[in-house]
């Protein structure tokens, strides 16, 4: 049981480029996020993800766009990086009891992805 | 609109000094849940406790103990007698009914604990 990885680690961009960042979750949740930490700000939501074929946005989205074609993966975009992109971004997921908004229920995050953008 | 503020940036401790790091939030909602988080300096976000808006009672975990104040609207966190251990970023973190909608945790901005031997 992994709980929820990220793929990569680590990634080092120049401006103007694309890539994806790759969440998945092995334990059948239904809700994923994904977010942003930067120095000073803790952790604002870009965007979210409350079942599959399901993506809404969050505090900050703009810059980015996200996936959830299967259940397990929530992916994150940038297709064209800027410098202000720099940050470590962490992907979580939750579960609802009951059919419930889980609001009650803890997110367990992955470790991390840290991007720089040159 | 819903808030976390947790005012200390950066506390600096010696080991086995009592350490409280303090969470005031701001919400509309009656129903809301709150939560802290650890993270150590290996990066990864570890779920430490959760309170629920009609839960006023204190919690105790071993050194880790919470106070929950709904008239203050405050949800502190208390170590006692600390460990370099101890040693990270902490983030209280607030998840409303309705204002978050779906479970959406709205984080302050964290406390930088360093506990020195």
């Known amino acids: 049981n992994a709980g929820v990885t990220q793929t990569p680690k680590f990634r080092v961009l120049k401006t103007g480029q694309s890539m994806t960042l790759l969440c998945a979750q092995d334990?059948?949740?239904?809700?994923m996020y994904w977010y942003r930490q930067d120095p000073g700000m803790g952790l604002r939501l870009i965007h979210y993800?409350?079942?599959?074929?399901?993506?809404a946005k969050g505090e900050v989205p703009d810059g980015y766009n996200v996936s959830r074609l299967k259940k397990q993966n929530f992916l994150l975009g940038l297709e064209s990086a800027a410098p202000s992109q720099t940050s470590v971004y962490f992907c979580?997921?939750?579960?609802?009891?009951?059919?419930?908004?889980?609001?009650?229920?803890?997110?367990?995050f992955g470790p991390g992805t840290r991007l720089t953008v040159l | 609109a819903q808030k976390v503020t947790q005012a200390q940036t950066e506390i600096s401790v010696v080991e086995k000094e009592d350490v409280t790091l303090d969470c005031v939030y701001e919400?509309?909602?009656?129903?809301?849940?709150l939560f802290w988080y650890k993270q150590p300096p290996s990066g990864e976000l570890v779920f430490l406790i959760r309170?629920?808006?009609?839960?006023?009672q204190n919690e105790i975990s071993g050194r880790y103990s919470w106070n929950f104040q709904k008239s203050t609207s405050s949800f502190n966190f208390t170590i006692t007698a600390s460990q370099v251990v101890d040693s990270a970023v902490y983030f209280c973190?607030?998840?409303?009914?309705?204002?978050?909608?779906?479970?959406?945790?709205?984080f302050g901005k964290g406390t930088k604990l360093s506990v020195k031997p």
């Open positions: 309170r629920n808006s009609f839960d006023e």
């Open positions: 993800s409350v079942g599959e074929g399901t993506t």
């Open positions: 973190a607030l998840s409303e009914r309705y204002g978050g909608s779906q479970g959406n945790l709205i």
């Open positions: 919400t509309r909602d009656t129903t809301y849940y």
């Open positions: 334990m059948n949740h239904e809700y």
């Open positions: 979580a997921s939750s579960y609802s009891l009951a059919g419930n908004t889980p609001i009650y229920n803890e997110q367990f």
